[in-house]
């Protein structure tokens, strides 16, 4: 893990927390503190839960980490192209693509286990949610259930949970 950011440490962390909280921009909150946007915008994104920022469009650790597993996999299909028709350099620079996107995969990202745990709690809770919401509102939740099952991504879980929501015979 790397160290902790320079917000988590920042001594007025409750005033830039509460800047945040009251939708300070990250420009003012790192003006007033002494900090690079660039920290702010790290931490403002860390404080939100994963599945929150996965529903708002905004980055998460679901979004890179699939983002750098197909960068990782064009990668290791160019190391695997580069061993039949390429030459000894161009296989050199494929391996060390792959090398360096599997690194930053692992390293920089700061997924741990912890985060993954988090991630699967979270999408638990979303899915007994869902299914709850099935049995008390069946004619809303029918229509979403059938969409999600409309849905490469979301086929199988949408299915099950269209088939928990009661009939009107049950």
């Known amino acids: 893990m790397g160290r902790i950011s320079t917000v988590k440490s920042h001594p007025q962390r409750a005033q830039i927390d509460q800047a ?6 990250y420009a003012q909150i790192a003006d007033a503190h002494g900090l690079s946007l660039a920290a702010v915008g790290r931490y403002a ?6 599945l929150a920022r996965l529903a708002a469009g905004e980055p998460s650790a679901v979004d890179l980490v699939s983002r750098l597993l197909a960068a990782a996999d ?3 299909e160019l190391r695997r192209l580069s061993r039949i028709s390429g030459t000894p350099a161009a296989r050199a620079r494929a391996i060390k ?3 360096d996107v599997i690194r930053v995969l692992l390293t920089e990202l700061g997924v741990s286990d912890e985060t993954t745990q988090l991630i ?3 999408t638990s809770s979303l ?3 869902l299914h709850g919401f099935g049995r008390q509102h069946p004619d809303t939740a029918r229509s979403l259930f059938m ?3 409309g849905d490469a991504d979301l086929e199988e ?4 949970l269209a088939r928990s929501v009661p009939t009107i015979n049950s």
């Open 45 to 50: 994104l860390q404080q939100r839960p994963e």
């Open 74 to 76: 064009d990668a290791g």
């Open 97 to 99: 693509t792959e090398t």
């Open 120 to 122: 699967y709690s979270q």
């Open 147 to 149: 969409a999600m099952a």
């Open 20 to 25: 945040l909280a009251d939708g300070e921009t």
């Open 127 to 129: 899915v007994k949610f």
């Open 157 to 160: 879980i949408g299915t099950a």
